[in-house]
């Protein structure tokens, strides 16, 4: 649960998946992904006011995502203020104060952050150096070296800080299994069930939120059929994934919600209350989609465990594990790193510890010449460690106003 406050330290006059309180006051707006925790205000009537009276603020997120969010009618307001963008495409965004004019250029490019559909990272390049919010990802080790855009060439880019999706950033979640596997688990329990006769049904018992697509759609392909949903709404704006539900009850797959679906299925009832239409009952297995982890030195890691007589949990991560984390930041090494998430049973303190030891070190620093003139000089030796992780090897004269001099994080 993201308890990001929407501002980053290096562009304070941009907000991100916070949009109340003094974001209220914020040039620019960017929605990595449709998830209730990164959505706080934004239905907000402040909001839509200083929209209203506003020529210059816009929200940019992707094109998925711009989808998603205007078919909910409560955000339908934003239609005339949103600017989706390509992925993996550099856009220029000006910061424009409204009441002084003055303006400050930045470059963002969206990256895929594996969460759900649409979801992404924001790379922020400007005066105040490279900076990457993570927004929520899940990020399979390697995935981070794959990203064009995280490098000069072969080089991996100066990254000045990264705001981060720590959820599972504790030794305790060393190991989640990745997506392949644990779908492979999952198909395997499903296959095994519903091949015995068409009255064996299976319930997915997803929570109301995006992020589940990746199974129906992988399940779909696999067993060649579609899966029972509650209503079409939520996905009419995603073709990709619109053929593979229905809201025709005949299936054997099924991930349909009811206010009481644990109740009904305690019951051998389907939460649509599907049944065989020769009247001979159904045989139903329930899968919950849980995240599992494991520990560092755990061999064998089953992601399938059987919670009931016919009730089982199945792992699923929308977030990446321990070791994909720390990768992934062993990989950027940036400067700063700043949580965005206090994993259970742990402070906001222990997690800042945590992370200090994958900031970039003070001995790897370069030299860094601060003008205060209104002219930034940045001289950076080439990294001689391992090639692959050497920084960008530029020396950058760039003229930033004096505005944006001031409180620069780079000395
Ligand atoms: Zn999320
Ligand atoms: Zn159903």
Redesign the pocket.
């Known amino acids: 649960m993201s308890s990001f406050a929407g501002r980053m330290k290096e562009y304070p006059t941009v907000s991100l998946d916070r949009f109340d309180r003094e974001n209220l006051h914020a040039q620019a707006y960017f929605l990595s992904h449709c998830h209730k925790d990164h959505m706080k205000g934004l239905k907000g009537p402040l909001l839509k006011r200083k929209l209203q009276f506003s020529r210059t603020v816009r929200l940019y997120c992707s094109f998925v995502t711009k989808e998603l969010l205007l078919n909910n009618p409560k955000y339908a307001f934003w239609e005339e203020y949103i600017v989706p963008l390509e992925l993996e495409s550099p856009t220029q965004i000006s910061l424009v104060d409204e009441a002084s004019g003055q303006k400050e250029e930045v470059v963002v490019t969206l990256l895929p952050a594996g969460h759900c559909p649409g979801s992404v990272m924001f790379l922020f390049e400007g005066c105040r150096g490279n900076v990457l919010y993570t927004g929520d990802f899940r990020l399979a080790v390697g995935d981070a070296s794959r990203m064009e855009h995280l490098h000069s060439g072969s080089r991996v880019k100066d990254i000045q800080s990264i705001y981060l999706d720590s959820t599972f950033y504790d030794p305790r979640f060393y190991q989640i299994p990745s997506r392949e596997v644990c779908l492979r688990g999952i198909s395997e329990l499903i296959g095994n069930w519903i091949s015995q006769s068409s009255h064996h049904v299976v319930?997915l018992n997803c929570k109301a939120a995006f992020g589940y697509e990746y199974l129906f759609t992988n399940l779909g392909d696999e067993f060649n059929t579609q899966i029972?949903?509650?209503n079409l709404a939520m996905f009419k704006k995603m073709p990709e994934i619109l053929s593979y539900v229905t809201t025709d009850?005949r299936?054997q797959i099924?991930?349909?919600r009811h206010p009481k679906d644990e109740e009904f299925f305690q019951g051998n009832r389907?939460?649509?209350g599907?049944t065989a239409a020769d009247g001979t009952p159904l045989r139903i297995i329930s899968i919950k989609p849980s995240t599992m982890w494991f520990g560092e030195r755990t061999k064998r890691t089953s992601v399938i465990i059987k919670t009931g007589g016919s009730s089982y949990r199945a792992c699923f991560s929308f977030h990446s594990s321990y070791s994909e984390i720390k990768d992934f930041l062993s990989y950027l090494q940036p400067v700063n790193i700043y949580p965005s998430v206090v994993p259970i049973g742990r402070s906001l303190q222990d997690v800042t510890q945590l992370l200090r030891t994958m900031c970039r070190k003070r001995s790897d620093e370069a030299a860094f010449v601060y003008k205060p003139l209104g002219v930034l000089k940045r001289s950076r030796l080439q990294r001689a460690s391992d090639g692959n992780t050497k920084r960008s090897t530029t020396t950058k004269t760039q003229t930033c106003t004096d505005r944006v001099t001031e409180g620069c994080s780079v000395k």
Do not use: D, Q, S
């Open positions: 319930w029972h949903v509650k009850r299936t099924h991930a349909c389907l939460p649509c599907g």
